[in-house]
T-cell receptor
Framework: GQNIDQPTEMTATEGAIVQINCTYQ??????LFWYQQHAGEAPTFLSY??LDGLEEKGRFSSFLSRSKGYSYLLLKELQMKDSASYLC??????????WGAGTKLIIKP | IAGITQAPTSQILAAGRRMTLRCTQD?????MYWYRQDLGLGLRLIHY???????GKGEVPDGYSVSRANTDDFPLTLASAVPSQTSVYFC??????????????FGPGTRLTVL
């Protein structure tokens, strides 16, 4: 079967660092995506990993370990505008996206 | 138009009624998708189209139909709405269909309530 797990909710402080984990079990793997979704808005693309290792893009980084079925999204220098849900998605063997339920990140001053 | 548009923004519908959600993109993307998003669940794929003239079923296709007459438009039809179809519906598109890395761009969503 296919399964993607993320924590339901996390809280962090403005200016700090937070790591959002995603573990997965899928029948095929063609890459892992992270999206950001503010309340009441559409998801927007953050990152894509297909090979093991760390991809850095400004304040955001994403890590992948295919052997462990594990990824994380690292957000540095947190800002209030980073309060949002973060969605992990796997591209399966049919090149379709299978989505986790998302992690709601709350940033406190 | 810039990106993907969806209409209507929101709708309240009586059970048993027919409803078409509209989606238009101006990025000339080959692939288009319809998802529903429910509280506590991830986005679930309803139907997709890898290129104009073709469509496929996603994870939750029952009760929905789609058509892809041209590159830009991908309407989703509920033939006879039921309360379990109350959800937020997102249309998305990507630059290629299947076989390659394809970041998906999302429309603003349609909030549908079926009573």
């Amino acid at each position: 079967g296919q399964n993607i797990d993320q924590p339901t909710e996390m809280t962090a402080t403005e200016g700090a660092i937070v790591q959002i984990n995603c573990t997965y079990q899928t029948s095929g793997f063609n890459g892992l995506f992270w999206y950001q979704q503010h309340a009441g808005e559409a998801p927007t693309f953050l990152s894509y990993n297909v090979l093991d290792g760390l991809e850095e893009k400004g304040r955001f980084s994403s890590f992948l370990s295919r052997s462990k079925g594990y990824s994380y999204l690292l957000l540095k220098e947190l800002q209030m505008k980073d309060s949002a849900s973060y969605l992990c998605a796997i591209m399966d063997s049919n090149y379709q996206l299978i989505w986790g339920a998302g992690t709601k990140l709350i940033i406190k001053p | 138009i810039a990106g993907i548009t969806q209409a209507p923004t929101s709708q309240i519908l009586a059970a048993g009624r027919r409803m078409t959600l509209r989606c238009t993109q101006d990025m000339r993307h080959n692939a288009m998708y319809w998802y529903r998003q429910d509280l506590g669940l991830g986005l679930r794929l309803i139907h997709y189209s890898n290129t104009a003239g073709t469509t496929g079923k996603g994870e939750v296709p029952d009760g929905y139909s789609v058509s892809r007459a041209n590159t830009d438009d991908f309407p989703l039809t509920l033939a006879s709405a039921v309360p379990s179809q109350t959800s937020v519906y997102f249309c998305a598109s990507s630059d290629s269909g299947g076989g390659t890395y394809n970041e998906q761009f999302f429309g603003p969503g349609t909030r549908l309530t079926v009573l």
